[in-house]
T-cell receptor, first 110, second 116 residues
Framework: EDKVVQSPLSLVVHEGDTVTLNCSYEVTNFRSLLWYKQEKKAPTFLFMLTSSGIEKKSGRLSSILDKKELFSILNITATQTGDSAVYLCAYRRGNTPLVFGKGTRLSVIA | DGGITQSPKYLFRKEGQNVTLSCEQNLNHDAMYWYRQDPGQGLRLIYYSQIVNDFQKGDIAEGYSVSREKKESFPLTVTSAQKNPTAFYLC???????????????FGEGSRLTVL
């Protein structure tokens, strides 16, 4: 059965720390892996990684996809309290809808 | 502005009652989805529709029903058969199933249903 596992499930860090969130997947017919940030209600899109685009960066956030070991990481450097959120990883298999992991709850304290 | 509108934001219902959650989008997207979110469970797919007048069950469709009579609208009915309906419900849309569809979902603000 296809699955996606995120770790850790929760994390507390201090402002300025660097954090790494993990997402491992086991899926046939892999098409893409997406990261979302959910602060209170609607998840917002961060990155999409595919076989042809395995590394993305936007400001303090970056993400890579390891196609061989079947995992992705989301890196946040110089964390701020505004980074506090649930980070969701999701994969897409073929043309089917996204399947989400359980998320990592990140709390950044001043 | 283009986007997805869900209503109501908060809803209380008594056991045994059906309730319908509204989802409207003006993004001209072909595909629409309903996900359920429980604490510590991530998002789980209830139903999705890739085209008007057609929809498919997701992983947890039991106790729910949908319709897709218009491209812009994808209402979800939580029936009395749903054993544990208290949850946060998210509606989403995507371009569709064409080769140009990246799969990226655009979400509404969600509806929080509480069964008393």
């Amino acid at each position: 059965e296809d699955k996606v596992v995120q770790s850790p499930l929760s994390l507390v860090v201090h402002e300025g720390d660097t954090v790494t969130l993990n997402c491992s997947y086991e899926v046939t017919n892999f098409r893409s892996l997406l990261w979302y940030k959910q602060e209170k209600k609607a998840p917002t899109f961060l990155f999409m990684l595919t076989s042809s685009g395995i590394e993305k960066k936007s400001g303090r956030l970056s993400s890579i996809l390891d196609k061989k070991e079947l995992f992705s990481i989301l890196n946040i450097t110089a964390t701020q309290t505004g980074d506090s959120a649930v980070y969701l990883c999701a994969y897409r298999r073929g043309n089917t809808p996204l399947v989400f992991g359980k998320g990592t709850r990140l709390s950044v304290i001043a | 502005d283009g986007g997805i509108t869900q209503s109501p934001k908060y809803l209380f219902r008594k056991e045994g009652q059906n309730v319908t959650l509204s989802c409207e989008q003006n993004l001209n997207h072909d595909a629409m989805y309903w996900y359920r979110q429980d604490p510590g469970q991530g998002l789980r797919l209830i139903y999705y529709s890739q085209i008007v007048n057609d929809f498919q069950k997701g992983d947890i469709a039991e106790g729910y029903s949908v319709s897709r009579e218009k491209k812009e609208s994808f209402p979800l009915t939580v029936t009395s058969a749903q054993k544990n309906p208290t949850a946060f419900y998210l509606c989403a849309s995507s371009i569709g199933t064409s080769r140009s569809d990246t799969g990226e979902l655009f979400f509404g603000e969600g509806s929080r249903l509480t069964v008393l």
